[in-house]
């Protein structure tokens, strides 16, 4: 992988509808001519899956997408390695040789100008070293009124269309050590849990094995080193896998699922974090006053 622009790596499964869908709207994304994509494609977790395994093998063989990017190419596992795995070790091999990288799912549908948002963003903070990540996803229906930006910066992780650097990425540690320094430190919990109290809760049960998650961890990593994210201030990707199809994305459980196709002009700045802006951003992730008191009884 060569060249200034960040690699795009795509993680795949069993879902080959999905997937054609999410490599056809970045192979429309200006840039995409000029990017290196990489497709992770997971092998079978038990029988039932290995049709839509083989199904979504036969996408990736489709010459067309050859043609469409610079570079192309398929790493196929034969193993069910499982998302978190996947990412963390598919995104390291990627940043080892790059030093940074764009990461989608194989439900996301990106806008006109995803790929050169990223890449600007990624240029434009690569010397800011208390950024830690960038997302073109914007969980508010619209930015708070009167915010000026077209970017914002919020101390919470992104795991939909996001991109980061290697000098970062491998200071992460995965084992999350830092978590019990969360019930230990009160200031450090409120920092954590500062852009919705549903952390907290996916940590837990993360270190509990109940669910395998490479973004709490990186997210825990993020708020131990004082890293926030730069977000867009406009949606610029959605994800198709709010109908029942996915893993970790439940029918109905979508966040923002509006956003303009054709992308939205934007001036990268240095920002503060906003008030009104984090207020959203802990309406959104926290949720229902019903869904906050449950996750608060658990975690006592």
């Not at 083989?54 to 390695?81: G, I």
């Not at 990268?268 to 906050?292: C, I, K, M, N, W």
Request: charged share 25%; proline share 4%.
């Amino acid at each position: 992988m060569t060249g200034s622009l960040a690699p795009v790596v795509v993680f795949a499964y069993n879902r080959p509808d999905h997937l054609r869908q999410t490599l056809d709207a970045l192979a429309e994304a200006s840039l995409a001519g000029d990017s290196h994509v990489r497709v992770y494609a997971d092998g079978p977790r038990n029988a039932a899956a290995r049709e839509g395994v083989e199904a979504v093998r036969k996408v990736l063989a489709d010459r067309v997408w050859h043609h469409r990017f610079r570079v192309f190419e398929v790493v196929a596992s034969e193993a069910n390695n499982g998302l978190a795995k996947a990412i963390i070790t598919g995104v390291t091999d990627v940043l080892t040789l790059t030093g940074k990288a764009i990461v989608l799912e194989d439900d996301l549908i990106v806008s006109r100008d995803f790929l050169r948002f990223m890449n600007d963003a990624l240029d434009f903070y690569a010397s800011d070293k208390s950024v830690g990540s960038i997302s073109g996803f914007c969980p508010l229906q619209a930015p708070p009124r009167g915010y000026p930006h077209d970017v914002m910066r919020v101390p919470r992780n992104c795991s939909t269309g996001w991109a980061t650097w290697a000098d970062r990425w491998q200071e992460v540690d995965w084992s999350a050590a830092d978590a019990a320094r969360l019930y230990r430190d009160p200031d450090f919990r409120r920092r954590f849990n500062a852009a919705g109290s549903d952390r907290l809760d996916r940590l837990r049960r993360q270190m509990k094995g109940t669910v395998s998650s490479w973004s709490i961890r990186f997210g825990l990593w993020q708020t131990a080193t004082g890293r926030d994210t730069i977000f867009s201030s406009v949606n610029r990707l959605i994800n198709s896998g709010y109908d029942g199809s996915g893993v970790n994305t439940k029918a109905g459980e979508a966040i923002n699922q509006s956003f303009q196709a054709e992308g939205s002009p934007y001036v990268l700045a240095q920002v503060e974090t906003s008030a009104d802006v984090l207020a959203g951003f802990r309406r959104v992730y926290s949720g229902s006053p019903q869904a906050r008191l449950r996750r608060f009884l658990r975690n006592l």
